[in-house]
């Protein structure tokens, strides 16, 4: 179960494996003394076994941005493809006209 979370733990968690609602988390000064304030995606029903979500912020962030502009870049290409058939449509479109134009 433990792999199966760690695994999962990619972009920002919308659910917990254990079912529980995702929250947003800061932590204290009390909590860390060298970066108060620091955010998390965390479990609400979260304990340190390692079986709950409790992501630092910027990491989900950070890999929800990749996730993101790998999309559109996949778009993109999807989008020069469409440009480029249309064009060859009409090339062969233009082609076809002439034929029965000129014969």
Sequence with gaps: MLGFVADSEYGIPTRCPCGGRVINEVAGKEDYDTLPGKRFFTCKNYEADGFHYRQPWVIGVQEELERLTKR????????????????????????????????
């Design 72 to 103: 559109v870049e996949e778009a993109e290409e999807v989008m020069m493809g469409v440009s480029n058939l249309s064009k060859q449509i009409e090339s062969v479109e233009v082609d076809t006209l002439e034929r029965v134009c000129f014969d």
